[in-house]
Nanobody, 116 residues
Framework: QVQLVESGGGLVQPGGSLRLSCAAS?????????MAWYRQSPGKQRELVAI???????SYSDSVKGRFTISKDNGKKMLLLQMNSLEPEDTAVYYC?????????WGQGIQVTVSS
């Protein structure tokens, strides 16, 4: 089994920062498989925000590049997303994702709201 639990969301003003955490447990091997953050806004499809590969390589969507940083702690099985210079357009439910082969595992999601 794989369990993913997100934390760190909430309400922040435009220009502010938040750090999301994802605690992973179960059959997780972050040194072999990739992990990612996705988000979904009302009326929109879920989209990839950032991904970190088993070797630590990262990739970001154009909309967050330069503002968000994804990282992981293999020993603690933690996935992090540092979000800076937040914009109202970043408002969404953010999901932690673990990829194993063709399987995707998801957390329950956490709300991030950027508003003044």
């Amino acid at each position: 089994q794989v369990q993913l639990v997100e934390s760190g969301g909430g309400l922040v003003q435009p220009g502010g920062s938040l750090r999301l955490s994802c605690a992973a447990s179960g059959s997780i091997v972050t040194t072999i498989n990739a992990m990612a953050w996705y988000r979904q806004s009302p009326g929109k499809q879920r989209e990839l925000v950032a991904i970190i590969m088993s070797n630590g390589d990262t990739s970001y969507s154009d909309s967050v590049k330069g503002r968000f940083t994804i990282s992981k702690d293999n020993g603690k099985k933690m996935l992090l997303l540092q979000m800076n210079s937040l914009e109202p357009e970043d408002t969404a439910v953010y999901y932690c994702n673990y990829k194993r082969g063709y399987q995707n595992y998801w957390g329950q999601g956490i709300q991030v709201t950027v508003s003044s």
